[in-house]
């Protein structure tokens, strides 16, 4: 089975189109989302279109909660916060509806999705360092978790103790567990501003974190024509 494996695309079409456009030439059987379809980006209700066209399983990111009015915007930054509000007013309330479905966490095969932490995902806590890692592993059932969240690629694998790795491939050995962050498609901030996403071959038993060249000026135009935060334009150029 291979997967086709997309997040934190962040209402930017153009990025979450070279991503499928990629995934499309791989064999992929199933696609997954981990959430946050919109957010920052000028084109939500394009992009959660496109993604339900695509008959994947979702779960729910905290950008996704949060445009349909399922949590607070309080504890965003003043960017996300006005992003938010933006987005709000820009869908209607049957999207709304389809944003504020999704569950939390899925379980699959020898593998579980969540958008961040596994510990109390409600919360949506970053995993960005062993610690942060060493909570989500105490509460994986299975051998890998895939998240996303923080946008930028990483890897931790727990044997005895618990490593990272930034590698673009992640073999998925017999005794060891993972938690492999797969990245952004729409607004990438490991300084590759690059559309990043992941296929996950569970016969291969190998996760690799891919990468499509996009139209950012096209997309960062479209923000800023919308009257979105400047920032988030200037983010994708950088991708920071």
Not at 89 to 99: F, M, V
Request: proline share 3%.
């Amino acid at each position: 089975m291979r997967y086709g494996l997309i997040s934190d695309i962040h209402g930017n079409y153009e990025a979450l189109s070279a991503a499928l456009d990629f995934l499309d030439k791989q064999k992929i059987d199933k696609y997954l989302c981990l959430g946050d379809i919109v957010g920052y980006g000028a084109e939500p209700s394009r992009c959660l279109a496109r993604v339900m066209e695509l008959g994947c399983d979702v779960i729910a990111g905290n950008h996704d909660f949060a445009a349909a009015g399922k949590i607070s915007v309080d504890y965003f930054n003043i960017f996300a916060k006005e992003s938010t509000i933006w987005t709000q007013e820009h869908l209607t309330d049957s999207e709304k509806a389809i944003l504020a479905a999704p569950p939390l966490v899925r379980d699959y095969a020898g593998f579980t999705l969540a958008h961040g932490s596994l510990y109390m995902p409600q919360a949506f806590d970053y995993v960005q360092t062993i610690i942060d890692a060493l909570y989500s592993f105490r509460e994986l059932k299975g051998q890998a978790l895939f998240i996303g969240h923080s946008h930028v690629p990483i890897s931790f694998i727990e044997t005895d103790s618990i490593s990272f790795s930034v590698s673009d491939t992640v073999s998925i050995e017999q005794g060891k567990r993972y938690i492999i962050n797969i990245g952004s498609v729409g607004q990438p901030r490991d300084e590759d501003p690059r559309s990043c996403f992941a296929i996950y071959d569970t016969d291969a038993r190998i996760a690799r974190i891919c990468r499509a060249e996009y139209d950012i000026a096209s997309a960062a135009k479209k923000i800023l024509e919308a009257g979105l935060p400047e920032i988030n334009a200037e983010r994708l150029k950088i991708g920071r």
